[in-house]
């Protein structure tokens, strides 16, 4: 979900040929949720086996990473760690609205409104153990790093691209920008044959809204972010206007009399100084097609062919590189 901030930052339309080249550090937990949300029949129902075991993500994972190495991108998908005890509420919420929409989905299936249907079936989607853990041997298999963050993925994604180890994140939720991002990118996919991939330049945004990357934080925090409520009321625009006006959260919390439940320090320390790690590792190795075959083919019920053709252009990709540099 992240924080609200479109109405207040301004994007840059790109091309896949401006990436090429380019590692880009791939937010798992908001990348392979797009595809179980997406990747369904026209009923909303999932992608699944023969023994029902849903495979969308793995239908996402290979073709969407075939796809971007087809176009000269690295990818490197970077996995959530443990929360922070202070976003237990908002999982709490998303939680009930995964279990109401499911309850909303088989209604609508079983009363005949199937686009009725899909459209609950897509906010249904959840994120299990075993989609965590079957998404990660599959990019094994396929030889494409991924690293396991100690917390937030977005906050390693982006300590990753502020180190010069990835030229951006891919990600949907401006909290990238919380947590330091030089650069993100938004909408790394073709829908209709056409690509609308939007890039943020965190210097830019700043520049632009005349306030330090720590405002931008407090912003944040008036607004309502995974870890806090935010302000009732506040919206991104007047929330700037305030930090504006007043300088800090403290002094805008003082003038409205407003006491937060977590000290803001908490808060800001968040996305401030997030537990990264430093001594990760990011190596693109050849794909292993025979155990990819047996696991999507033999295990999951997909298609030989597609999956052999798809394999193929990963083996495109130059695992042979001593240096990211030269991908910059």
Excluded at 43 to 69: A, E
Excluded at 81 to 91: E, F, P, R, V, Y
Excluded at 307 to 327: M, R
Aim: aromatic share 8%; charged share 30%.
């Amino acid at each position: 979900m992240g924080v609200k901030f479109r109405d207040i930052v301004s994007t840059e339309h790109i091309k896949f040929e401006d990436l090429k080249g380019k590692t880009v550090a791939l937010d798992a937990a908001n990348i392979i949720y797009q595809f179980l949300s997406s990747i369904r029949q026209r009923d909303g129902t999932p992608l699944m086996d023969h023994n029902g075991r849903v495979t969308s993500h793995f239908s996402g994972i290979l073709y969407r990473t075939t796809s971007l190495i087809d176009k000269g991108i690295k990818p490197v998908y970077i996995f959530d760690g443990q929360s922070s005890h202070l976003k237990k509420d908002t999982q709490a919420r998303r939680n009930e609205l995964k279990v109401e929409s499911e309850r909303r989905w088989k209604d609508a299936l079983n009363e005949g409104r199937i686009e009725e249907a899909r459209k609950f079936a897509v906010r249904s989607s959840r994120m299990s153990r075993d989609v965590v853990e079957g998404s990660k041997k599959l990019l094994e298999l396929m030889g494409i790093p991924y690293i396991q963050a100690p917390g937030e993925g977005e906050a390693q994604a982006s300590h990753m691209v502020e180190r010069g180890d990835a030229w951006c994140v891919g990600s949907q939720d401006y909290d990238c920008l919380l947590f330091g991002a030089p650069r993100m990118v938004k909408n790394l996919t073709i829908t209709g044959g056409k690509a609308n991939i939007e890039m943020i330049q965190l210097n830019k945004v700043l520049d632009e809204l005349g306030i330090t990357r720590e405002q931008l934080v407090d912003l944040a925090l008036l607004v309502g972010t995974d870890f806090n409520p935010g302000i009732k009321g506040i919206g991104a625009k007047k929330g700037l206007k305030l930090i504006k006006e007043h300088g800090n959260i403290y002094d805008v919390l003082k003038e409205k009399n407003i006491i937060f439940e977590v000290h803001p320090e908490v808060l800001q320390n968040l996305f401030l100084k997030h537990d990264v790690i430093t001594d990760y590792k990011i190596q693109w190795k050849n794909p292993d097609q025979q155990a990819i075959v047996e696991f999507l083919c033999g295990v999951h019920d997909f298609s030989e062919d597609r999956v052999i053709s798809a394999v193929d252009k990963i083996s495109k990709l130059d695992t042979n590189q001593s240096s990211l540099e030269k991908w910059f």
